[in-house]
T-cell receptor, first 114, second 111 residues
Framework: DAGVIQSPRHEVTEMGQEVTLRCKPI?????LFWYRQTMMRGLELLIY????????DSGMPEDRFSAKMPNASFSTLKIQPSEPRDSAVYFC????????????FGQGTRLTVV | GQQVMQIPQYQHVQEGEDFTTYCNSS?????IQWYKQRPGGHPVFLIQ?????EVKKQKRLTFQFGEAKKNSSLHITATQTTDVGTYFC???????????FGKGTRLHILP
C-alpha cells in the first residue's frame, strides 16, 4: 500500500476562494482523521470518520469548514470561503482501530491563503 | 478541556548528549502513543504504551509510562543528527473519546 495519499501537497489561494483538500486512506482502515497543524495551536483534530460516517466534528472551527467521505477510499475537506487565518498544514490520517493502534499520516497539504 | 501537557517546548543539545521529553495528563490515560515529525514532514508513529510502569526500548530511544498512567517520557541516549525533529505524545481523552496530541518538543542537535 502506498500509505495515506493527500492532494494537493501545496495550495496557495486568495481569500474568499473555495479550497478542497483530498485524502485517500490506507485500504482496509476504518477510521479517517483530519488534522490541522499550526505553530500556535499544534496538531488539532478537526473531524474523524468511522466507516465513512462522521463521528465527531467538534474540532471543525467554523461553518466554513466541511468534510465528506463518500466512500471508503476517499475524503475531502472543504473550506468556503477561505481566510488568511486558515493557512496551515492539513493532515489526513487513517487507522484500523480507534484509539488502540497507530495512526498513519499522509504527507499533508500546506495551505496558504493570501 | 482535557489535554496532555508536553515539556519542554524546545530543546537544543550537543550531538552525543542525551535528551528527554515529558508528557503529563491530569487524568488517567488508557494508553499513550509517541510520534516523531521531521522538519517539513508528517508525524510518524514510534510506539504505544499501555501498561502501568511500562518501559519499552527502540535502540537509543527509551519510552516509559508512569505507574499512575498519567505521565510518560521519551529518552534518547547519545543523540545524533538524525534525531532532529519534533516529538509528540498523543493519548485518548476518555471523556471526549478522541486522541489529543501534545504540543510537541522540538529537538535541535548542535554539531
Amino acid at each position: 500500500d502506498a500509505g495515506v495519499i493527500q492532494s494537493p501537497r501545496h495550495e496557495v489561494t486568495e481569500m474568499g476562494q473555495e479550497v478542497t483538500l483530498r485524502c485517500k486512506p490506507i485500504s482496509g482502515h476504518d477510521y479517517l482523521f483530519w488534522y490541522r497543524q499550526t505553530m500556535m495551536r499544534g496538531l488539532e483534530l478537526l473531524i474523524y470518520f468511522n466507516n465513512n460516517v462522521p463521528i465527531d466534528d467538534s474540532g471543525m472551527p467554523e461553518d466554513r469548514f466541511s468534510a465528506k467521505m463518500p466512500n471508503a477510499s476517499f475524503s475531502t475537506l472543504k473550506i468556503q470561503p477561505s481566510e488568511p487565518r486558515d493557512s496551515a498544514v492539513y493532515f489526513c490520517a487513517s487507522s484500523s482501530e480507534f484509539l488502540r493502534t497507530e495512526a498513519f499520516f499522509g504527507q499533508g497539504t500546506r495551505l496558504t491563503v493570501v | 478541556g482535557q489535554q496532555v501537557m508536553q515539556i519542554p517546548q524546545y530543546q537544543h543539545v550537543q550531538e552525543g548528549e542525551d535528551f528527554t521529553t515529558y508528557c503529563n495528563s491530569s487524568t488517567t490515560l488508557s494508553n499513550i502513543q509517541w510520534y516523531k515529525q521531521r522538519p517539513g514532514g508528517h508525524p510518524v508513529f514510534l510506539i504505544q504504551l499501555v501498561k502501568s510502569g511500562e518501559v519499552k526500548k527502540q535502540k537509543r530511544l527509551t519510552f516509559q509510562f508512569g505507574e499512575a498512567k498519567k505521565n510518560s517520557s521519551l529518552h534518547i541516549t547519545a543523540t545524533q543528527t538524525t534525531d532532529v525533529g519534533t516529538y509528540f505524545c498523543a493519548a485518548p481523552m476518555n471523556r471526549d473519546d478522541k486522541i489529543i496530541f501534545g504540543k510537541g518538543t522540538r529537538l535541535h542537535i548542535l554539531p
